[in-house]
């Protein structure tokens, strides 16, 4: 009989906010995959969890995906964690999710913290629907998405490196105008948590005055006009 695969989320800042279940899974498996065991170690010593930590992340998992599977297989259970957050969310994760389905093994996936979820409910802007583009392309394509983003008609979210924000701000100045809602929220769960609102010209303001700390998510406002189009 195969063993299960559990995805697990992990606390993006305050870590109260692991839950129970989480908790119990990481206690009860036989292994746990992190995408760095550095920060991972931190994490399972403050939950008093010792369990053998195997690295996966972007740069080795194709390397490591036949053997996982071939201990899931054996019938061992493996929970996969990020640094923060929920694995496959922006991390690393899809393709041991992928494989091990096509090899029909149970794949367990706990509700729990994502930071672009808190973001938009926080942002004030409309969440009924919206669509999720996490980080952008850097170079090859990257005109192409901010075009996109430009006819959407949806609130959409963003990932964003605290060092790239007013970068991407003023990116999106170009392609939306410089009127177009937005929030910023940065630190999400920890101390100084913080979520700006404003006009994108108002954040470049703001931003561009202070230096900027932390994961970063960018929440903007649907274009009105494409959704005034389709309604018409």
């Not at 729990?112 to 629907?129: H, I, R, Y």
């Not at 075009?147 to 008609?153: F, H, Q």
Request: hydrophobic residues 40%; neutral net charge; contains cysteine.
């Amino acid at each position: 009989m195969s063993g299960q695969l559990f995805i697990v989320p992990t606390p993006i800042g305050n870590l109260e906010d692991i839950t129970l279940r989480a908790i119990n899974v990481l206690k009860s498996v036989d292994q746990i995959l992190a995408e760095d065991t550095r920060t991972s170690s931190f994490l399972l010593k403050h939950l008093q969890i010792e369990k053998p930590l195997r690295s996966y992340h972007q740069h080795n998992e194709h390397k490591v995906l036949e053997e996982l599977i071939s201990n899931l297989n054996s019938g061992k259970n493996i929970a996969l964690i990020s640094d923060a957050g929920t694995p496959g969310i922006s991390d690393p994760g899809f393709l041991l999710i992928r494989e091990a389905i096509a090899n029909n093994i149970q794949v367990i996936s706990l509700p729990g913290p994502t930071a672009f979820v808190p973001a938009l409910v926080n942002s004030g802007l409309p969440c009924n629907e919206f669509t999720f583009y996490g980080f952008l392309p850097q170079k090859k394509g990257r005109q192409t998405k901010l075009k996109l983003l430009a006819m959407e008609s949806k609130t959409f979210v963003l990932y964003e490196s605290p060092f790239r924000l007013v970068k991407l701000l003023e990116e999106l100045k170009d392609h939306l105008g410089e009127e177009r809602k937005a929030t910023v929220s940065r630190e999400l769960t920890k101390v100084f948590e913080e979520t700006k609102r404003g006009s994108v010209s108002e954040l470049i303001t703001y931003f561009s005055t202070k230096p900027v700390k932390g994961e970063i998510v960018v929440v903007v406002a649907g274009n009105k006009n494409i959704e005034t189009e389709i309604d018409g």
